[in-house]
């Protein structure tokens, strides 16, 4: 059975930090690219982040360039998004995704002072 379960989410404060996990099970994790998205009210998920299975390749979108960090441990199974610097409009909720096709339950980021 795969199961992707993301933690870390919260409210912070504008320029605040957090980090959100994903811990993966029932698929090769570390032979699966991952990513993170995430979803405002009543629009799609956009890809926030991702991540090649070796961790060397990562993308990001635009909007979070140079704020946000991917990062895996394949002995842990699990993925990570470093977010610092964050604004209010990163507020979403954020979800992890798997070899392409999994997806988590997704964890609410909440930025506002």
């Known amino acids: 059975q795969v199961q992707l379960v993301e933690s870390g989410g919260g409210l912070v404060q504008p320029g605040g930090s957090l980090r959100l996990s994903c811990v993966a099970s029932?698929?090769?994790?570390?032979?699966?690219?991952m990513s993170w998205y995430r979803q405002f009210p009543g629009k799609e998920r956009e890809l926030v982040a991702g991540i090649g299975v070796t961790g060397g390749a990562t993308t990001y979108a635009g909007s979070v360039k140079g704020r946000f960090t991917i990062s895996r441990d394949n002995a842990k199974n699990t993925v990570y998004l470093q977010m610092n610097s964050l604004k209010p409009e990163d507020t979403a909720v954020y979800y992890c995704?798997?070899?392409?096709?999994?997806w988590g339950q997704g964890t609410q980021v909440t930025v506002s002072s």
């Open positions: 029932g698929f090769p994790f570390s032979v699966s690219a």
């Open positions: 995704r798997g070899r392409g096709t999994y």
